[in-house]
């Protein structure tokens, strides 16, 4: 659920920012995709996708950032918090992750469509990469 607008997030600011994005239900997503030339992604089947790795979940935001090797510091440290609100079982989730989530859900509740729940959230995970830079500055 995370992913679902952490992932073009992190596309729009690291990875292409003129990329459109298709929502349509899971079980049209690959199908959708081929015929749209489109590269899909937190759905079943998709190279990016969940993945476990040395017995720890991982989520699709941090698919994102192995498959395109993005290495910004607070950008990982970011992808740490997703993981612990998205992983299915996440291993040693901070603390920042249940807020997240339980923005995450907020916001879909008082989004009309997904369209409008990333104009919405877009804010919230800047200010949380804001964060992420000064917590590593910490450390």
């Known amino acids: 659920m995370v992913d679902r607008i952490a992932c073009p997030w992190l596309i729009k600011k690291f990875i292409d920012p003129e990329a459109t994005f298709l929502f349509v239900p899971e079980e049209e997503v690959l199908r959708v995709a081929e015929k749209e030339n489109a590269i899909p992604f937190d759905t079943k089947g998709a190279e990016l996708n969940h993945y476990v790795e040395n017995g720890i979940e991982y989520v699709t935001f941090d698919a994102l950032i ?74």
């Open 66 to 139: 192995k498959k395109y090797n993005l290495n910004d510091p607070a950008l990982l440290e970011l992808a740490k918090i997703i993981r612990g609100a998205d992983a299915h079982k996440p291993f040693n989730p901070p603390a920042e992750s249940v807020g997240l989530k339980a923005a995450a859900i907020g916001f879909r509740e008082i989004s009309e469509d997904d369209y409008q729940n990333m104009e919405k959230q877009f804010p919230m995970y800047d200010a949380f990469y804001a964060y992420c830079k000064l917590k590593i500055k910490v450390k």
